[in-house]
């Protein structure tokens, strides 16, 4: 059995290659700061983001940087604490190359990913523009039904999903409890790196209330301990709020590239 | 322009908005509320409160939250038609309905970014009550056409749509949509303001009814399920806005 564990976040990321397509998990699921601190720190560089289907600070903080090719979402904001004040930035400088989608396509083409079909038909979008900026999106009509046009969406197939988690064991298994869409990156992702909040001593897949929400092990690339890894941000398994006065620093930071660039560095320090 | 105001009246523009699109949902089935949307989770509470067997989501709130699926269930759940009222906003809308989430000026470098179209380009087709509301009434939001359509207010005839616009909540008018001639007709003008002043801050034109009427005030009733139970529960899905919150105590 291969050992899936890293001793930093550092080491977890090491490997991600510029221009790799990265699948990252919404603020209300796992998301993986410490992690991308360590892209930061590597100086990973035309990463392409894949917001799963939304971000927030990790976006920002990613783009801000520098590390950003190009952003795949259907949103990206800070939630309760505004616009992502680099994203705004920097896309309305045109730095940053934008695949805007809807929440349910990212699913979808995800979906079709983890079931290694090329596309999936998807409702709703027809007559928006999205249309005409996902060129890759096609509209075709339903062949079991006369004159029903449909959107269909490509396959979504990340090279690495990235995302923090509650518990893992000494296998590799990985447990998300209902926070499936993270199960869902790992089954489409090539490779999946997570951090956790702690390690569960015994097997997550022998106990089937645990099973259910499990990610097997042979999903799992590469594993780091690393409790807390999440914050600022809040971690609902764990019951973790948002820190709102560290989050409000940044944003007040983040209004300038300058003050962004300072921000950072103090906090990758 | 005058507007509600909190000393004479004893209530807040929130709390009329709230109340509004809480009165516009009650009875229903199956409420859901998209993230950052306090006043919509407000009228969903509240809706909740006056019609019990009322089922809600909001979400990024695991309070009211009950899917076990992960984030493409809501999604799911909406194109089976288990959904029965979604609200969604715009940096734009316009006459025919269509929103804008995206952007104004050019796509590639636009003069404003907006966060993104999220679930809309989906929902609106889907959902068949959709409540349109933006507080701020100004010609700036409601223009004539939109920069970029997020969501179409209307589609052609062959388009498999059950749902779309229904309604649109400001803090100057409540409009209907009526989808075939794909156009809003004034409801009711807010309290404190007239027609005129509305006309003024519309970049769209609307149809009239045969006579302009103002939205029924607040009851006692919608008051305190508002400031009591509704308020309650808020603070579990909107701790920062519940902290700040503007609804009067």
């Not at chain 1, 971000?55 to 952003?71: H, K, R």
């Not at chain 2, 149809?207 to 919608?222: D, G, K, S």
């Amino acid at each position: 059995m291969p050992d899936r564990y890293c001793s930093t976040p550092d080491v977890l990321v090491a490997d991600v290659a510029d221009g790799s397509s990265i699948a990252v998990a919404p603020d209300y699921s796992g998301v993986a700061i410490a992690a991308t601190r360590a892209l930061i720190r590597k100086q990973a560089r035309r990463l392409h983001l894949i917001a799963v289907p939304q971000s927030g600070l990790q976006a920002d903080l990613l783009i801000g940087a520098g590390c950003v090719g190009i952003m795949e979402c259907a949103g990206v904001n800070l939630g309760e604490f505004g616009l992502a004040p680099r994203f705004t930035d920097w896309v309305q400088q045109g730095r940053l190359t934008m695949r805007d989608a809807t929440c349910p396509a990212i699913h979808a083409g995800l979906q079709a990913a983890e079931k290694g079909v090329p596309f999936i038909p998807l409702r709703g979008i027809l007559g928006s523009d999205l249309l005409n900026e996902r060129p890759d999106w096609r509209v075709i009509d339903n062949p079991y039904q006369h004159d029903d046009p449909i959107v269909l969406i490509p396959a979504i197939k990340p090279d690495v999903a990235l995302f923090h988690a509650a518990l893992a064991d000494r296998a590799g298994n990985v447990w998300v409890g209902i926070r499936r869409e993270l199960m869902l990156m790992a089954h489409a992702a090539r490779r999946t790196l997570v951090t956790v909040e702690a390690i569960h001593d015994g097997d997550l897949l022998t106990d089937p209330t645990l099973a259910a929400g499990t990610i097997p092990a042979f999903y799992v690339s590469r594993i780091c301990l690393e409790p807390g890894g999440m914050r600022p941000l809040g971690f609902s398994p764990a019951g973790e709020q948002a820190d709102a006065p560290m989050i409000e620093a940044y944003v007040a930071a983040a209004r300038t590239q300058a003050g962004f660039d300072a921000h950072l560095a103090e906090w990758l320090a | 322009m005058s507007g509600v105001d909190p000393a004479r009246d004893g209530y807040t523009t929130e709390e009329l908005l709230a109340i509004v699109m809480g009165r516009l949902t009650t009875g229903l089935g199956h409420i859901a509320v998209g993230a950052l949307s306090p006043l919509p989770a407000a009228a969903a509470l509240l809706a909740r409160e006056l019609s019990p067997r009322t089922e809600i989501t909001i979400l990024g709130s695991p309070r009211h939250m009950r899917f076990t699926d992960g984030g493409r269930e809501l999604f799911d759940c909406a194109a089976q038609g288990r959904l029965d009222a979604f609200f969604l906003s715009g940096g734009q809308i316009d006459g025919q309905a269509n929103i804008n989430l995206v952007a104004i000026g050019d796509y590639v470098k636009p003069k404003r970014r907006f966060p993104g179209s999220f679930g809309s380009a989906y929902l609106y087709h889907l959902v068949p009550k959709v409540i349109l509301f933006r507080q701020e009434h100004s010609p700036r939001v409601f223009v004539e056409h939109v920069d970029f359509v997020s969501a179409a207010g209307t589609s052609p005839r062959n388009v498999y749509r059950p749902g779309g616009p229904k309604h649109l909540v400001t803090e100057m008018a409540v409009m209907d949509f009526d989808a075939g001639p794909g156009r809003f007709r004034l409801n009711t003008v807010q309290p404190g303001y007239t027609e005129a002043e509305l006309r003024k801050q519309t970049g769209f034109t609307y149809a009239l009814p045969a006579e302009v009427r103002t939205t029924p005030a607040p009851t006692a009733e919608e008051l305190a399920l508002l400031r009591g139970p509704v308020r309650e529960e808020l603070v579990h899905a909107y701790p920062k806005f519940a902290r700040e919150a503007y609804l009067a105590p």
